[in-house]
T-cell receptor, first 115, second 114 residues
Framework: ETGVTQTPRHLVMGMTNKKSLKCEQH?????MYWYKQSAKKPLELMFV???????ENNSVPSRFSPECPNSSHLFLHLHTLQPEDSALYLC??????????????FGPGTRLTVL | QQQVKQSPQSLIVQKGGISIINCAYE??????FPWYQQFPGKGPALLIA?????SEKKEGRFTISFNKSAKQFSLHIMDSQPGDSATYFC?????????????FGTGTLLAVQP
């Protein structure tokens, strides 16, 4: 688990706040992912970055804004969220996205609560 | 067609028993089927994975059975232990040109009773 770290682990924010989630991978990977995990739902892929370039935005509302300054770091900037955005946000990394079957390594997640 | 359907939602097994979790998919272009294990407070971790060129893969007490014609695959945990209590997710990816995008099932909460 130390391969992918996420901070903070828990976050409570109001609907008008602006906050950021941080992910860092120490595996030398080139691809990074943001997922949303809600109870009794499949993990939802939000964004994919490969070699710092965004390759997928899975119709995510603009109140979620990703940033990938380099292959080791990934941020998710949050603003004017809704209570239904409360969930566990997971970051993952893999060697790259060039072909299927590449193992994705997950961080422990940030538990987000929007009041 | 992108869905992966997983069952059961929850499962209680006695120590030493066999745990079986099933998944079904529609997209015949999928060519990689991993299972992830998630403990409370942790992110999912890859447990075992299979490609459709084989019908079974075994790693220790964990076995994936794959039925290409039925578009189904399942995870079998032999001699289940209390330490196996976790949530298990099946997933699928592939499709020629796909970029490692995993489609996950809804998860199965496994409780192994001592």
């Amino acid at each position: 688990e130390t391969g992918v770290t996420q901070t903070p682990r828990h976050l409570v924010m109001g609907m008008t706040n602006k906050k950021s989630l941080k992910c860092e991978q120490h595996l030398g990977h080139n691809a990074m992912y943001w997922y949303k995990q809600s109870a009794k739902k499949p993990l939802e892929l939000m964004f994919v970055y490969n070699f710092k370039e965004q390759t997928e935005n899975n119709s995510v509302p603009s109140r979620f804004s990703p940033e990938c300054p380099n292959s080791s770091h990934l941020f998710l900037h949050l603003h004017t969220l809704q209570p239904e955005d409360s969930a566990l946000y997971l970051c993952a990394s893999s060697q790259d996205t060039l072909g299927g079957g590449d193992t994705q390594y997950f961080g422990p997640g940030t538990r987000l609560t929007v009041l | 067609q992108q869905q992966v359907k997983q069952s059961p939602q929850s499962l209680i097994v006695q120590k030493g028993g066999i745990s079986i979790i099933n998944c079904a998919y529609e997209n015949t272009a999928f060519d990689y089927f991993p299972w992830y294990q998630q403990f409370p407070g942790k992110g999912p971790a890859l447990l075992i994975a299979i490609r459709p060129d084989v019908s079974e893969k075994k790693e220790g007490r964990f076995t994936i059975s794959f039925n290409k014609s039925a578009k189904q695959f399942s995870l079998h945990i032999m001699d289940s232990q209390p330490g196996d209590s976790a949530t298990y997710f099946c997933a699928a990816s592939g499709g020629g040109g796909a970029t490692n995008k995993l489609i996950f099932g809804t998860g199965t909460l496994l409780a192994v009773q001592p």
